[in-house]
Structure formats: C-alpha cells, structure tokens
C-alpha cells in the first residue's frame, strides 16, 4: 500500500524542551471562527506565531486562483430522480481519467443469492459425514430475508435539518435537491431510522488498496438494509475507473478557503447512487489528479486536510446534516477536529461523531507549522492533549482520537492491544485515556461480492453442499493458471497479502525451504517492499512448478486462489482485524493464523481431540511457531481427511457477514444519538 508505506517514513522532528501545554482534553472549550458560507476559515492568529509562508510546506506550486471546476458542466437542477439502484443518469464527462489501476470487479458482486451456508454444519460427533453435509438446512440468503421480513413499519425520519437560526451555511445550496436513492425494497426495520455519512479515503470498487476499501463499501450496503440513511463521501481521484466517473452526476460546486494559504479552492460534488448509498465524489484537480490514491506524505498531508474540511463543507453545502459523522483513520482523522471547532456553530457542527481505526500504525504526522498551515486549525488544538506530539509535531490522528464521540476498532482484541506498549504506536498512553469511549466490532466480507456459489472469477461454482467435490477443481484450474503441477492431491498454500512488514512475511521466508516437501505448494499473491517481492521470486525459481509468485494486485485473482488453495497463511505481527481469513473460510480455506488482533477474534484454533475450530493457530511471533502449525495442518490434511472436510464445510457455514457487525454500529449510533 503506497500510502502505507510512504507514512512509515513519517517524519520525526522531535527536539527541543520547553513545552507547551494542557495534557488535559481538548474539547468542547474550543470554539472558533463559525463557518461562514461554505467554511471560510479564517482562524485566529495563533499565539505561536508560526509565520505562514515559512511554515509553509506546500508540496505543489499553488498556480492561479480558481481551480477550475473540472467537472461540473451540467446545470444544477438535476435533482435525479434515480429510479432504481444505479445506473445514474447521464453524468458530466468530466475529465478524462485513465482507469485506475486497482480497483476493480465491482459489479460482479451481485448481491444475495449466497446458499447462505447452513448454520450447524457440525455434528460435534466427528462421525458425521463430510459428503452431502447439510444440503437441506441450506437456505438463501434472499429466502431467509423474505421469511425475517414483517409488515412494513413506517421508518421515522431522520436527520433532523435547520434548528439553528441562519446558520452560516449554503446559500449556494441547490434548489430543490431532493436525491432520490434507489434503495431496495425496504424490509421492515426494528431500530430507529438514522442517517450517517461515512467518510474517508477509499472505497472497493472505486478505488482500494487494502481492507479499508472493503469496509466502505460492505458496511454502508449493510446499514442500509438496517434502516440507515447513507451517503459515503470519497475524493473524485483521477485514478477511479473511467466506468464509474461517467455515471456521476454532477451535484454541486463552491469555494472554500483553506488554513492559512489565503487562497479560495474549488469544492466540486459528484454524485453516484448505487443500492440505496449515495456516494458524494468531492472534486478537486489539484489534490486528486495523481495516478494513485496515496503518493507520499508531502502531498497526502495537505491532500487529506482539504479532503477533511471540504467534507464537512460539502454537507452544509448540500443541507445534508447526518445523525453521525463517521469517519476512517487517519485520512478522514481531521473531521471531529474540524467539526468541533471551525464548523461547531454550522449546522454541520452538531452531529456525532465515530472515528474508526483500522490500522493504528499510519497516523499522519507531520511538523506543527505545516498543518496549521493546510488547516487553519486554531492554536489550542495544538496540545499534547490533542494533536500535539513529541515537541514539534502534530499528529492527524490523535487529534481525531480526541476529537471524536466514539472510537471503534475493527476487533476486540485489537482495541484492547492498542492500548499496550506493544501495539499501540505510541498512542497507547492516549488511547487509554480515551479508552471509555473506545470498542472493538469486528469487520465482515460482503457475501455479494465474496459467494463462490456466484463469483465469476472461478473456475467452477460452489456452496457448501458441494464444495468436496467442487473445490480440487477450482485447484487444479488455479494449478494450470499458476504454471504448477496439476495434482489435487497437494496441498496448496495461500498467501494474499500486502507485502510489509506487518504481515509476518519474515517469519514465511524462513520457513518455506522446510515446508516445500514435494506434497505442498506455495502461491503467493502481494505486492508491497521489494525485499519481499525478491524473496518471493526467488523461491518461485528455486521450486519450479511448485512455488508460484505473483507479485501484482489482482482482485479476480484473490479471489481464485481462495477457491483454489487448502490453506491460506495470515501470520500477521499486528492485525486489527483481517478480512484474508474471513474470505478464506467463507470459501472454504483453512486459515493458518497468529493469535493476535481480529485473527485471534476470528479464527478458533482446530482441536484435534473434538475436531472444533476453524483453523490452526500460533501465538508468538516466531517462525518456528509458524513452521509447528503448518505442519499440524499438514498432518491433519495429508492423514485425517475426513475431519479435514469437516472444518472446510463448518469454515463456510461460519457467519462472517456483516449483519452482525452493522448491527453493532448501529447500537452505537443510537447510543449516541438516543431521542
Ligand atoms: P490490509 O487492509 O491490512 O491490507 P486486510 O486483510 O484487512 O488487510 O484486507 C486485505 C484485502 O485486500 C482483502 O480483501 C484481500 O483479498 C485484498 N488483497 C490484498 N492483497 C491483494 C492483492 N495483491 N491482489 C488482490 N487483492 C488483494
């Protein structure tokens, strides 16, 4: 993940004593400038004295005053009436943008239509055979949602608009806006409707590079069938598919000023409805015209303010106040800050807000006078207790953390290991201190988009009722594609993964030469720092047509070796929650995993004595660890295969949906919101 790995190089300017500040919170006391029109900041001074221009940073070359709008070209007033989910009408062409490199299959993900996998697939007998396991407690997805549906209940209305007098907000707003979101046929809700706005940095399959890009696209689909109103707020890459940039539509346009560069910058709104979600492209040529989502610090740090500030503008803008602001790590961390204190008198200023950590170790940390510079953030929220760290730097993230109503993380675990020494990045002293209003909920897969009844990325379809016999297919179709031996009756070794250091790949390269027995093959699919990508190449040339080496990013591919490999290997160092193993399961892949984070949420270790469990698990990172759980999965593939197609069939009947988790997050906005 370029963006991943440009922050790790974060800088560190730390130095000097004397010292600033309130450990204390920072919070409400801080008022600040209201937002005038759209956000014209324009905060105060700042007692330090941070003379702009030097401080200044400014990655680009600031050309001329206006940006161009880019994008716009229709008149406003197309109020759309999006009939059905999607295909919004006709759309600005905008600009041309090359295809984006990732970011991909997207609609093939057809929704239902899962064979929603039998709740108890196991017997706790092992007795229980492994053939035609439980066909008939199978059930659709979209059978089972019929029968769960009652009489439809008229869902309360949300997002209550304009109490405040004359708030200082759109007169730009566009007549008559009502979007209509094509949402589904409502089943009946039991909880209070609310609306929220998601906002953050990618979203599957407009632009992904990792899990977060799965979260945002799975968890507002979920929302939506849980009575939410749901609008996710991205930036307009260049780099999204030329596909999804035609069916935008163009929303709306203003200027907003930004920190203390005295310049005015062009906010453009696409729009883009899609199964009930309305997606809101904030358009910006400037900030988003690179081929990649993530570039490097220099320019994401300014990239990510405006993203920020622009978001929370774009809704005064479009009279859009959610319920809940919720935003995704440090990209969209600036959000509670802003709305706390340039925006706390706009109307955008009285929602809630939710901050999600998805990987604590990116936190975008940058010197003091450049943020300040980007933000216009007043001087009070540069404190320790806030975005203040070491001495001079401010850290995007632990401003948020502040900032924010509710901090979730995406597993138990990982919300408890983040406030220890050892995960915690060095936030662990402020994660603890916010720690009351910190939870864990674990992430899910979309069963749309991640079905091997449906996906067309295989080479034969499966469901659990089948899967025994269907699944050596895919494998040797996987074989032949890879260049390996084609034998099903090896055992294939998965890996998907970004190629860093957090994902335990050094504990794989020290034990591949032990585990490449003339039984086993390895394929690894990733794409991250070179040395891992060198390694990887070199044991493919090592193990001709038994070690397979894709060193690129290919989502049908993923999704092929999930249906193709017997295990798949997550020996994460960290991981807050993983999404790899939940696919593996739900395709009915043995999980090798570290216990840590969401793996050890997620993953019950196998049980040799009772046949329980979805996989093998470790506990230190040690390789000799790993090495110990290969080989017991090994063992239990090669001369237990019976009890081996058991834990593939439990693997696919086990709930790794959404619907669980989405309901957890709507538990928490209610909290948050409880009239
Ligand atoms: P992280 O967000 O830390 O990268 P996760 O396990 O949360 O890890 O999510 C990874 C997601 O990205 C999964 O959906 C996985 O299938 C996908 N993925 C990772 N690497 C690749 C790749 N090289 N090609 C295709 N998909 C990938």
């Not at 307009?236 to 999804?244: G, L």
């Not at 499966?462 to 494998?475: A, C, F, G």
């Not at 019976?642 to 009947?653: F, K, S």
Request: hydrophobic share 35%.
């Amino acid at each position: 993940m370029a963006q991943k790995k440009a922050q790790s190089t974060q800088k560190k300017t730390a130095e000097a004593k004397g010292a600033s500040t309130s450990a204390k919170k920072p919070a409400e006391s801080v008022k600040a400038a209201p937002v005038k029109s759209e956000p014209v900041t324009k905060t105060e001074p700042a007692a330090k004295a941070e003379p702009a221009k030097k401080a200044e940073p400014a990655p680009k070359a600031e050309p001329a005053k206006k940006t161009e709008p880019a994008a716009k070209a229709e008149p406003a007033k197309k109020a759309e009436p999006a009939p059905k989910a999607e295909p919004a009408p006709k759309a600005e062409p905008a600009k041309k943008t090359e295809p984006a490199a990732k970011a991909e299959p997207a609609e093939k993900a057809e929704p239902s239509a899962e064979a929603e996998p039998v709740k108890k697939t196991r017997t706790t007998t092992r007795k229980t055979a492994a053939k035609k396991p439980a066909a008939k407690k199978t059930k659709s997805a979209a059978k089972k949602a019929a029968e769960e549906t009652k009489p439809a209940a008229p869902a309360e209305e949300a997002a209550p608009v304009a109490e405040q007098p004359a708030a200082p907000v759109a007169e730009t707003a566009p007549a008559a806006e009502p979007v209509v979101e094509a949402a589904p046929a409502q089943p009946q809700y039991d909880t209070p409707r609310r609306s929220v706005v998601f906002i953050g940095s990618e979203c599957h399959p407009f632009v992904k590079t990792g899990g977060l890009g799965d979260v945002m696209y799975a968890l507002p689909r979920e929302l939506v069938k849980q009575n939410c109103d749901v609008r996710v707020i991205l930036p307009r890459y260049a780099c999204i598919p030329q596909k999804y940039q035609d069916k935008m539509v163009y929303r709306g346009e203003f200027y907003m000023d930004l920190g203390e560069t005295g310049r005015s910058y062009y906010v453009g709104i696409m729009e883009y409805i899609w199964d009930g979600v309305v997606y809101d492209f904030i358009d910006n040529q400037e900030f988003f015209s690179a081929g990649n989502p993530y570039v490097g610090l220099v320019e994401d740090i300014p990239k990510y303010c405006f993203f920020s500030k622009a978001a929370l503008a774009a809704l005064n803008y479009m009279n859009w106040i959610p319920d809940i602001i919720h935003c995704h790590d440090w990209q969209a961390a600036l959000v509670p800050v802003f709305q706390k204190t340039l925006f706390h008198d706009s109307p955008v200023g009285r929602a809630k807000s939710v901050l999600t950590i998805h990987n604590l170790r990116f936190q975008g940390i940058y010197n003091i006078p450049t943020i300040r510079y980007w933000t216009g953030l007043p001087a009070e929220v540069f404190n320790m207790g806030a975005l203040q760290q070491a001495w001079r730097d401010a850290n995007m993230l632990k401003g948020g953390l502040a900032y924010a109503d509710r901090i979730t993380t995406v597993s138990n675990t990982y919300a408890w290991e983040i406030q220890t020494p050892e995960y915690g990045e060095k936030l662990e002293d402020h994660l603890r201190y916010h720690s009351y209003k910190l939870r864990g909920i674990v992430n899910g897969i979309d069963y749309g988009m991640w079905n091997p009844a449906t996906d067309p990325a295989l080479a034969v379809n499966y469901d659990i009722t089948n899967v025994l016999e269907r699944k050596p297919q895919n494998k040797l179709a996987l074989q032949k594609e890879l260049g390996l031996v084609e034998d099903e009756g090896k055992l294939v070794v998965g890996l998907i993964s970004r190629l860093t250091n957090q994902k335990g790949l050094d504990l794989v390269n020290a034990i591949v030469p032990q585990i490449m027995d003339g039984n086993t093959q390895v394929v690894v699919l990733g794409t991250g720092d070179k040395e891992y990508e060198d390694t990887f190449r070199y044991y493919e040339n090592a193990y001709k047509g038994m070690f397979s080496a894709c060193i690129q990013y290919d989502e049908s591919r993923a999704h092929r070796i999930y249906a193709g490999a017997d295990v798949l290997l997550v020996p994460s160092r960290f991981e807050p929650c993983g999404l790899t193993q939940l696919n593996a399961m739900h395709y009915g892949t043995l999980p090798i995993v570290r216990e840590t984070g969401g793996l050890k949420d997620t993953v019950e270790p196998y049980n040799v004595f009772n046949g329980g469990g979805n996989g093998f698990t470790f506990d230190r990172y040690d390789a000799g660890l790993l090495l110990d759980a290969v080989n017991r999965a090994k063992t239990e593939y090669f001369t237990s295969r019976y009890h081996w197609d058991e834990v593939v069939q439990r693997d696919m009947a086990k709930d790794v949906s959404w619907t669980n988790s989405a309901r957890q997050y709507k538990d928490l906005y209610l909290e948050l919101t409880p009239w």
